[in-house]
């Protein structure tokens, strides 16, 4: 199956700077690749979600990227500020199994005002 | 998200005992999904469900079992529940481009 690796497991920024989190993939015929952002208390709620027929998509400050050929996929935050604070995960979707998610082990991300 | 409701929030159990979770969605969506997250470990699929007569196992089933009791809810048990089961539990709903949408969570202790 899919195996997905999230780096780094802690992020800690400044508020205003960037902040980017990185996600590897083994299965090349993978084709979508959701962000979550996950609250103190709360489920995984779906930021951004990028498919394997493009490389790049925006969305205000977030920005995800992917680079088929390196099986990588990143997430981009600018202008980072508090209410950013939370853990985010990176998944994959399996090519054998459209309805089964690969997670990454998730990143806490730290903005400091 | 109240569109999916998990209920208990959180339950502390001893071991051997059986122990229902119990997931709800009004969002219409014929998909569930019941994960496991621990730490440093990311969500991790225990059973899915494309509709009330499909059942599937994930990645991680053993020691669990499903039932899909209508297309609204999806209850996920632990027939004898042992400490390695003690995790944060999120039931989630898919819609057919396969966005997810994941309940609040039920933290389980298994003592």
């Known amino acids: 199956g899919e195996n997905v690796e999230q780096h780094p497991s802690t992020l800690s920024v400044q508020e205003g700077d960037s902040a980017v989190i990185k996600c590897t993939y083994s299965d090349s015929a993978s084709n979508y690749f959701p962000w979550y952002k996950q609250e103190l208390g709360k489920g995984p709620q779906l930021i951004i979600d990028?498919?394997?027929?493009?490389g790049e998509k925006k969305d205000q400050r977030i920005a995800v990227t992917l680079n088929k050929t390196a099986k990588h996929f990143s997430l981009h935050i600018t202008e980072t500020q508090p209410e950013d604070s939370a853990v985010y995960f990176c998944?994959?979707?399996?090519?054998?199994?459209?309805?089964?998610?690969?997670f990454g082990s998730g990143t806490k991300l730290n903005v400091k005002p | 998200d109240a569109d999916v409701t998990q209920t208990p929030r959180n339950r502390i159990t001893k071991t051997g005992k059986r122990i229902m979770l119990e997931c709800s969605q009004t969002k219409g969506h014929d998909r569930m999904y019941w994960y496991r997250q621990d730490p440093g470990l990311g969500l991790r699929l225990i059973y899915y469900s494309f509709d009330v007569k499909d059942i599937n196992k994930g990645e991680i089933s053993d020691g669990y079992s499903v039932s899909r009791q209508a297309q609204a809810k999806f209850s996920l048990s632990l027939e004898s529940a042992i400490p390695n089961q003690t995790a944060l539990y999120f039931c989630?709903?898919?819609?057919?481009?396969?966005?997810?949408?994941f309940g609040p969570g039920t933290r389980l202790t298994v003592l």
């Open positions: 998944a994959a979707r399996g090519s054998y199994n459209f309805n089964k998610f690969y």
């Open positions: 990028i498919r394997s027929n493009v």
């Open positions: 989630a709903t898919s819609t057919s481009n396969n966005e997810q949408f």
